[in-house]
């Protein structure tokens, strides 16, 4: 007999297994002690509205049946070693799953990616966080698992219409993620557990026939008329396929010039800018939990999210805080020498003692009319240009410029800062310098409003670092709403973040499922395209 029901439980019944089990069979007036009574999980999120924080679960309960398998989902992948191969560009979320997806309906995917595996690309962080030396290939944001892999691992997403997110997890959990992201409501795998996940991912795309090139660049594209045929990597190597994915990620300038320079059609595209902001994490527990000292030994650390309208020179922009990361680290994710841009990570346990989040106001195209030169690029050059002027203030190291949160507010350089999570280190400077106008005085507002909000959140307790700039691609690579398919470029398939389709892990990884199952559907199932031959 199988039972399910809703409950209101106190932080200590759910997230104790055995204090729910025991609360739950006492609800339905069952024996505790009986062995073959399963109680699980399927839903839960955090109600800290009231004064008393609860915790709302759905849950199932077997009585004397085994419980049905919790995943569909698993890693039983066919052999394409000696199948039709497409071409998949990065090897993040997106192009990771676009892999994957291909395999499952019979194609060989040749996933090239710029940077390191995963265990490789450590050396290059820590060069990165003890010695300021940005590897332009290998860092934050390129190498395998993208830049997904050192985050948060934020697997909770909007963007429902692009496919199946129940799907997406259980094969996160099939390759090493707990079963716990199948139960949140806003699950995270943590920055800690994700690099192994990732190097499970691959493994299974090796173990099917699939092939992974690291290190490997691409710097042209094979063109006839208006279809791609392939690839041209760094060596002078020609990679030929049935298509392309480009899924490079939102921080691949070099593919951005790349496409413009071929006259490959691409767009200026909206995108949000401005600094990451970190609290001490019990502060932000109080104020989320209402808790006078700590939130205590069962409910995780605590996030928020914020969003404020405000008005600038007769022009409303959206400030809203970005990727917040409770318990975490703030860390460099420059991507080139000359440049200061800083993201946030937490691990599984988020038990950092700070808490920091992006804090971002809107960037509209019609805000940048001295980069309209630029063309498709105006926006791309407009964050480049804030990154390095960051560089330059921080001292021309990967040292961050940062300000106390109430002397920005207040226009007053910090005497001093606090302690923080970003290991190259911090430098007081006026971070008015740094922000254009129109994106300092749209934070200000954004404050002043958060501190309305959440009592307690505006404080010079609290400090902002520069800049927070890669909240998403500064340029679009159009392609058809149904087909997938680049406006122009026949067997093209602009994928993920760095086309502008994407903006997280999960969303990510479904719009590459997409892509793969367009593209195949297209040119390898009909047939209609010929493998290029060299």
């Not at 199988?2 to 104790?16: C, F, G, I, N, T």
């Not at 560009?89 to 676009?98: C, I, K, N, R, T």
């Not at 490079?248 to 071929?262: N, Q, Y």
């Amino acid at each position: 007999m199988k039972k399910e029901l809703q409950l209101q439980l106190s932080p200590a019944e759910a997230y104790d297994s055995d204090l729910f089990r025991e609360t739950v069979l006492k609800r339905l007036k069952l024996p505790v002690a009986d062995p073959q009574i399963f109680a699980r999980q399927t839903k839960r999120s955090i109600d800290a509205r009231g004064r008393q924080v609860k915790v709302l679960v759905e849950a199932e309960v077997f009585v004397h049946e085994p419980p049905t398998p919790l995943l569909e989902q698993g890693r039983d992948y066919p052999n394409v070693s000696l199948a039709p191969q497409i071409i998949i560009v990065g090897a993040g979320p997106a192009g990771l799953f676009a892999a994957l997806r291909a395999i499952e309906l019979g194609v060989k995917p040749i996933l090239i990616e710029r940077g390191k595996d995963v265990r490789a690309r450590r050396r290059d962080l820590a060069a990165i966080n003890k010695d300021h030396i940005v590897n332009p290939e290998s860092n934050y944001c390129f190498g395998e698992g993208g830049a997904g892999t050192y985050s948060d691992g934020k697997l909770y997403t909007r963007s429902k219409k692009r496919g199946d997110i129940r799907r997406i997890m259980e094969i996160l959990v099939a390759h090493g993620a707990t079963e716990e992201i199948l139960v949140d409501a806003h699950p995270h795998i943590g920055t800690n557990k994700l690099p192994k996940l990732v190097e499970e991912l691959r493994n299974s795309i090796l173990q099917a026939g699939g092939e992974v090139l690291f290190g490997t660049k691409v710097v042209d594209l094979i063109l006839d008329r208006n279809e791609i045929k392939g690839v041209i990597t760094q060596d002078g190597e020609k990679i030929l396929g049935q298509g392309v994915i480009l899924a490079t990620g939102h921080s691949a300038r070099d593919i951005f010039h790349l496409l413009k320079s071929k006259n490959i059609l691409i767009e200026a595209k909206p995108f949000a800018l401005g600094v990451r902001i970190e609290h001490a994490q019990n502060l932000i527990d109080r104020i989320q939990y209402h808790c006078e000292v700590d939130r205590g030994p069962y409910l995780p650390a605590s996030a928020y999210a914020l969003v404020h309208q405000t008005q600038w020179q007769g022009k409303q922009r959206g400030v809203f805080s970005f990727c917040m990361c409770p318990g975490g680290f703030i860390v460099p994710a420059a991507t080139s020498p000359g440049e200061i841009v800083v993201n946030g990570m937490s691990p599984s346990r988020r038990d950092s003692k700070f808490a920091n989040s992006g804090i971002v106001a809107a960037v509209e195209l019609e805000d940048l009319p001295q980069y309209e030169k630029y063309g498709p690029l105006a926006a791309m050059m407009f964050q480049a240009e804030v990154e390095q002027k960051a560089w330059l203030a921080g001292g021309q190291t990967q040292t961050a410029p940062a300000q106390r949160m109430l002397d920005f507010v207040n226009k007053k350089v910090s005497a001093d800062l606090l302690d923080t999570s970003y290991q190259p280190g911090l430098l007081s400077v006026d971070m008015d310098t740094v922000l254009p106008d129109f994106i300092a005085e749209r934070l200000r507002q954004g404050f002043k409003a958060f501190g309305q909000k959440m009592k307690g959140y505006l404080t010079n307790d609290a400090q902002i670092i520069g800049v927070e700039s890669r909240t998403s691609s500064p340029v679009r690579i159009p392609r058809d709403r149904e087909t997938f398919e680049h406006l122009i470029i026949k067997g093209l398939y602009p994928c993920g973040e760095g086309a502008g389709y994407a903006g997280g892990i999960v969303s990510a990884a479904m719009d590459g499922e997409r892509c793969a199952e367009k593209l195949i559907e297209q040119y390898v199932r009909t047939g209609s395209r010929n493998q290029m031959t060299d």
